[in-house]
């Protein structure tokens, strides 16, 4: 009796074939050395996000100026990423700061140029009298509108004058003459009166100054320095005009149907 062949069909070839295929694929996957895959037997666009393991590029694997600015998200750089110092002044966009980003009493005196403060930068009412020194508006920094000053003398402060009292007389008795001075500013009270004839001082009234513009005055004195007079001429002042607003002068002559004169300057300082 003959024994029959399997029949070998087109199915049971390409099932052998398959079978041949896989087992021999898996060998060769199995086989494969350490490190034998490298960048030339990946195809492009083999390595795909969901490929990559968490945390698996590091910062050694970024090349410098891998990472620009259209790759960061959105709050991707804290204040913790950014180094001491990284950020200078040529990387702030105009107007990137402003009074909101600004700390309360970050910005000191010594942070601010020479005339950076302009008058329009200040605020009404940002000048107080604790701001302003002593001595800090003078007279030259008063407007034009301002209108004069009224108040009393300061204490230790001179006013200074000039006066010529006389006049012509006909007559053949002795003449005299008035005359009145209003200080610029008004006293507290009234001052002691004292007449200087030409080349004296006292301890009131020290003398000009060095010169006939600068008369000196003690505090609470009014001293009238004589500087020129016709002969026998006599100055005193007037008791009941002397006041804080100012003094009165009476010269008495005694040369008849003569100009008689006397003239010089005065100084009051307030007590």
Do not use: H
Not at 207 to 217: D, E, R, V
């Amino acid at each position: 009796m003959k024994s029959r062949l399997p029949q070998l069909s087109y199915s049971n070839v390409i099932a052998t074939i398959a079978l041949f295929i896989a087992l021999g694929g898996a060998a060769v996957a199995a086989g494969l050395p350490r490190n034998s895959v490298g960048s030339n037997q990946l195809k492009r666009g083999a390595v795909t996000a969901a490929k990559l393991k968490k945390a698996a590029v590091t910062s050694g694997k970024l090349a410098p100026k891998a990472v620009i600015a259209g790759k960061l998200g959105p709050n991707a750089v804290l204040p913790g990423n950014i180094g001491n110092g990284a950020i200078t002044s040529a990387k702030i966009g105009g107007g990137a700061v402003i009074a909101s980003s600004i700390k309360n009493n970050v910005i000191t005196t010594n942070k601010l140029n020479s005339k950076a403060v302009t008058t329009d930068k200040l605020a009404a009412g940002a000048v107080t009298e604790p701001i302003i020194a002593n001595g800090a508006v003078t007279p030259a920094k008063l407007s034009k509108e301002f209108g004069p000053i009224v108040s009393t003398l300061k204490s230790g402060q001179t006013l200074r004058g000039t006066f010529d009292v006389g006049g012509s007389s006909k007559s053949t008795e002795p003449a005299s003459f008035r005359a009145a001075e209003t200080f610029q500013f008004p006293l507290l009270a009234a001052p002691t009166a004292n007449v200087i004839a030409t080349g004296t001082t006292t301890p009131a009234c020290a003398g000009l100054g060095g010169g006939s513009t600068t008369p000196q005055a003690a505090a609470g004195q009014l001293c009238v320095y004589i500087t020129g007079a016709t002969s026998e001429a006599e100055l005193s002042i007037d008791t009941g005009a002397n006041n804080r607003l100012g003094f009165g002068l009476l010269a008495k002559f005694k040369k008849a149907e003569a100009d008689n004169f006397v003239q010089g300057v005065w100084a009051v300082t307030a007590p």
